[in-house]
Nanobody
Framework: QVQVVESGGGLVRPGGSLRLSCTVY????????LGWYRQGPGQQRELVAS???????NYADFVKGRFTISRDDGKNTVYLQLNMLEPADTAVYYC???????????????WGKGTLVTVSS
């Protein structure tokens, strides 16, 4: 059974940092293409950053060098380091995982339940 578990959210002051984690169970982790998305109050869900199995990364323009996505295949985990946080970064952050559950299977996509990041003084 595939599980996608986000953690690391919380309340932080403007200019602060957080590290989000997304741990994935039940897939071949080397095949994972993972995207971090976020959805702010009254807003649509948007892509923040993504990383492939080869480590290629992609970032939304609004990240502006503040966030870093990375992966630790030994821990089945992808991280999103959030630095220089702004109130506009307040949102629920979600993982979207695209992966194989076994060799020969088709790629499937899975969402986590999200972790809340609140940036406020």
């Amino acid at each position: 059974q595939v599980q996608v578990v986000e953690s690391g959210g919380g309340l932080v002051r403007p200019g602060g940092s957080l590290r989000l984690s997304c741990t994935v169970y039940g897939v071949i982790f080397g095949t994972v293409i993972l995207g971090w998305y976020r959805q702010g109050p009254g807003q649509q869900r948007e892509l923040v950053a993504s990383i492939t199995g080869y480590g290629y990364t992609n970032y939304a323009d609004f990240v502006k060098g503040r966030f870093t996505i990375s992966r630790d295949d030994g821990k089945n985990t992808v991280y999103l380091q959030l630095n220089m946080l702004e109130p506009a970064d307040t949102a629920v952050y979600y993982c979207n995982v695209n992966a194989l559950i076994s060799w020969g299977s088709s790629r499937e996509a899975y969402w986590g339940k999200g972790t809340l990041v609140t940036v406020s003084s």
